[in-house]
């Protein structure tokens, strides 16, 4: 596979845009091609939320070293919604209500952006059917053929975004979004995050029917369950900013047993972390209440706001 069709991810060090002096990431190689999924776990504080950040250009976090390619661009130098143009998208842990926005208008408004493209063309306006944007009987046919990929109410379309959303419905919405805008290479940050068994399994069948080999998919997770729906063709051990470990599903499995403590360590980190294996924590009720914790992401620190698509 050519490096155009592949996401190139060469030394990339990552820190606070606020303590440039404090890197999160040390050091992260990683290439994802389409057609793969690849999984990226780690425990708490490893830098995991910080890569899918990074990676889609998010304000409060600034690269101090290395390359990110994709598609022969040079993926740093893009601002966020170039990024999303270019086929890149992330499903956010905690996504954002914006009450007022029904789910149709914000899609079609993302999807008439996606095909404006990274280089804007004089004589394409999106928001013209006839000038290169999308008809509302075309957006119309989109949004029930995504509905009916994921098995859902196409009466999701009218409600305000992740207004009043239970945890299950919000990570819905995401895998609506990239149902509909199609993208290349899809960034999923702890897709799992405070779902029950049913939400999880619902999420992931999701996923799995958006599978395809134009399709690459990074998928960051804590916890091995979700793994136990979505098939990784790697598994990849991020802890301390870099990656230590990688190998195939048997290391998940491992992760699952041992915890991350013996991996840790015969990588030469000093871990407090337990070698007990991992527990899963008990997922909010699907009225939509979070964990304990809910404005920090993986990383131990607050949550910023959300960055374009």
């Known amino acids: 596979m050519s490096n155009d069709q592949r996401l190139v991810i060469r030394d990339l060090h990552v820190a606070p845009f606020g303590h440039p002096e404090t ?26 939320t910080t890569l899918a950040y990074a990676l889609m250009g998010h304000p ?29 998208f992330l499903a956010f842990q905690y996504p954002t209500a914006i009450p007022g926005l029904s789910v149709a208008s914000f ?11 990274v280089d804007r063309n004089g004589d394409v306006d999106p928001t013209d059917p006839a000038r290169g944007g999308i008809s509302m009987r075309d957006f119309r046919t989109k949004m029930r053929e995504a509905f009916a990929l994921l098995k859902m109410d196409e009466g999701f379309a009218t409600r305000y975004v992740n207004e009043g959303f239970s945890g299950g419905e919000k990570k819905r919405l995401e895998m609506l979004q990239m ?17 029950d068994i049913d939400a999880l399994r619902i999420v992931a069948e999701g996923v799995n ?23 990784p063709d790697v598994v990849h051990v991020l802890a301390a900013g870099r990656i230590v470990k990688s190998g195939g599903k048997d290391l998940a499995i491992r992760l699952e047993e041992e915890g991350y403590g013996p991996i840790l360590r015969e990588a030469g980190l000093e871990t407090g972390v337990s070698d007990e294996a991992l527990a899963v924590p008990i997922a909010p009720d699907e009225a939509g209440h979070e964990p304990s914790h809910p404005t920090a992401h993986g990383d131990g620190h607050a949550e910023p706001a959300g960055v374009a698509r």
């Open 23 to 48: 890197e999160i990431l040390q050091g992260i190689d990683l290439e994802v091609g389409k057609g793969e999924v690849h999984a990226i776990m780690g425990p708490n504080g490893s830098g995991k």
């Open 209 to 231: 029917a958006m599978l395809n080999p134009e399709l690459g998919v990074l998928l960051i997770t804590h916890y091995q369950r979700l793994l136990n729906y979505i098939t």
């Open 107 to 117: 899609i079609r408004s993302a999807l008439n952006a996606r095909l404006l493209g």
């Open 179 to 195: 149902a509909v805008l199609q993208p290349e290479m899809a960034i999923m940050d702890e897709t799992d995050s405070g779902l």
């Open 60 to 88: 409060a976090y600034v690269v101090t070293k290395g390359e990110v390619h994709w598609k022969d661009r040079d993926v740093l130098k893009l601002t966020p919604d170039k990024r999303g143009r270019l086929g890149l």
